[in-house]
């Protein structure tokens, strides 16, 4: 049983429970310790925290060792963004190319497969699934990390994804509350503002949220964003109309609600951190995500004290924060109960079926039986959409890879890999490669190439103008470039051949790669 330092009083004690801090470094520094001692509850754990699943799986039992029923939270939604596996990319296509294959026991299989390796970790709490619905196609943040544009979709495999991954013991947390997919804006640089219709709110929107209630979802993340039609004047974080009167009150939601990350822009250059971090609670908020930027313990205290100082004063009521307290620890209760042993077999409640056929025509026509071939690499080539231009001929020797590179979304970040040249070099020994960005990229990446057929790899090209010209310019002097779009597909199909992977998770490259050699 976990033991909670004596002199810590009751008050103290649900201050620290509700926060979600991060840390630096690969093993518990003394002080996260400490206060998982005093009543800390939960811990993030981010890229930097993460070197080997061994590495991991020591780490959280050292946690484990202080606090027996810690929440060990992490962002793995696969695809785009990994933190398991962020420096190598990640085995498992993202929300984008799942809802391109649009097979629910695909998606509840792999979310399975996920979970089975966080929890063989020691991570019980998971900050996804994505449920937003893509339907701005300029959208800056979630692009594809959402299932896709089509409501219906997104809700069905939100549902899929979220009793997948609590199959294997680990709890879902389904995110951004509202709905984050129309907005041109950042939450990580500013507030966007999502100025809908409330009746296109609730038949867009909100859709996939009620599904993921209804398969079970133990926590619901909230998303830093303005909506009028729900509340004027207060971000969802902040607002107790939409997390109280909206998530609890008319959907009918009764787990945990944790708020993304408080140090983003759109809170903390608004409200500030610890300001923002008592509005959220008050809210209704139960948990508060910090730690993707600040990671010390000096932000802990600060937050903590200023929780403790917001009911002494009245700004907070005292009961909010012990009921929040305690959902904390239900949902740290409801891990422990149903933490499994990664190495016990167990399936997720339907298994991949073969009438989920392949999209496109590309080199990932496999369906039927999982239990042979790794549902990561299975899920990614059925995901491909491969078009054969008029100036399609086969890549037989090494080809060079322009790489178009945009600057890194901050929930993916710049030091995960992407891209297909890395796979290639494997079929095809000798392939070149080189990263592009600007006005003058399609000029340089052709005085690059030489004579050696290209391979253009764009992201989401439909938004960067660079990009799209540097294409104009390939295309035009080299028709029978290969282009491989990694982002949200938008563009008709151009070059002499056009994968289009829906979205740049490691398993994605291979399969474009294997496409492009034709394997």
């Not at 190598?88 to 629910?104: K, R």
């Not at 998606?107 to 063989?120: I, Y």
């Not at 992201?459 to 010209?469: G, K, N, S, V």
Request: overall charge negative; proline content about 5%; aromatic content about 4%.
């Amino acid at each position: 049983m976990t033991t909670i330092a004596s002199g810590t009083d009751t008050l103290t004690r649900d201050a620290l429970a509700v926060l979600q801090p991060g840390f630096t470094g690969t093993s518990a520094p003394s002080w996260l310790l400490r206060r998982l001692g005093e009543g800390l509850a939960s811990v993030g754990l981010f890229g930097r925290n993460i070197a080997t699943p061994a590495q991991v799986a020591a780490l959280t039992a050292q946690l484990r060792a202080e606090r027996d029923d810690v929440l060990v939270a992490i962002d793995e939604e696969g695809g785009d963004v990994t933190r398991l596996e962020v420096r190598t990319g990640s085995s498992f296509p993202g929300n984008h190319a799942l809802g391109a294959v649009d097979d629910t026991a695909l998606t509840e299989a792999v979310a399975h497969e996920l979970g089975r390796r966080l929890a063989a970790c020691g991570v019980n709490l998971n900050w996804a699934p994505s449920a937003d619905i893509n339907s701005n196609v300029d959208n800056p943040v979630i692009g594809v990390r959402s299932f896709g544009a089509d409501t219906s979709l997104v809700a069905r495999h939100t549902a899929a994804y979220v009793s997948g991954l609590q199959s294997a013991g680990v709890a879902a947390c389904t995110k951004h509350f509202p709905g984050h997919g129309d907005t041109a804006v950042d939450s990580h640089h500013a507030m966007p503002r999502i100025d809908a219709e409330l009746s296109v709110l609730e038949s867009r929107e909100l859709v996939p949220f009620r599904a993921a209630i209804e398969a079970g979802t133990r926590a619901v993340m909230s998303a830093h964003i303005l909506v009028p039609a729900l509340d004027p004047v207060h971000p969802a974080t902040l607002s107790r109309r939409i997390l109280t009167g909206l998530l609890r009150e008319e959907l009918g939601y009764d787990g945990l609600i944790v708020t993304d990350g408080m140090e983003m822009q759109a809170i903390s250059a608004t409200y500030g951190i610890e300001r923002g971090s008592v509005l959220a609670i008050a809210a209704g908020a139960d948990a508060i995500c910090v730690g993707g930027g600040l990671s010390d313990e000096p932000t802990v205290l600060r937050l903590r004290d200023a929780l403790v100082a917001a009911v002494r004063s009245g700004d907070l009521p005292e009961e909010r924060l012990a009921d929040a307290a305690s959902r904390v620890r239900a949902l740290a209760a409801w891990t422990a109960s149903t933490t499994r042993s990664a190495s016990a077999p167990s399936t997720p409640s339907s298994t991949p079926s073969s009438a989920g056929s392949a999209v496109g025509s590309g080199a990932g026509a496999e369906a039927g039986s999982h239990a042979s071939t790794d549902v990561g690499l299975v899920a990614a080539r059925r995901a491909l959409t491969v078009t054969r231009g008029a100036h399609f001929a086969p890549v037989t020797e090494a080809p060079y890879v322009a790489a178009l590179t945009p600057v890194a979304n901050i929930a993916v970040g710049d030091e995960t890999p992407w891209g297909v040249a890395a796979e290639l070099r494997r079929l095809l020994p000798g392939t070149e490669t080189g990263s592009f960005t600007g006005e003058r990229a399609g000029a340089e990446a052709l005085a690059a190439a030489g004579s050696r057929r290209v391979v253009a790899v764009v992201r989401d090209a439909h938004r960067h103008t660079w990009m799209a010209e540097a294409l104009d310019i390939l295309l035009a002097a080299r028709p029978d470039t290969v282009v491989v779009e990694m982002g949200v597909p938008q563009s008709p199909p151009r070059g002499a051949l056009h994968i289009a992977t829906h979205g740049a998770a490691r398993v994605c490259g291979l399969a474009a790669a294997e496409a492009v050699a034709g394997a």
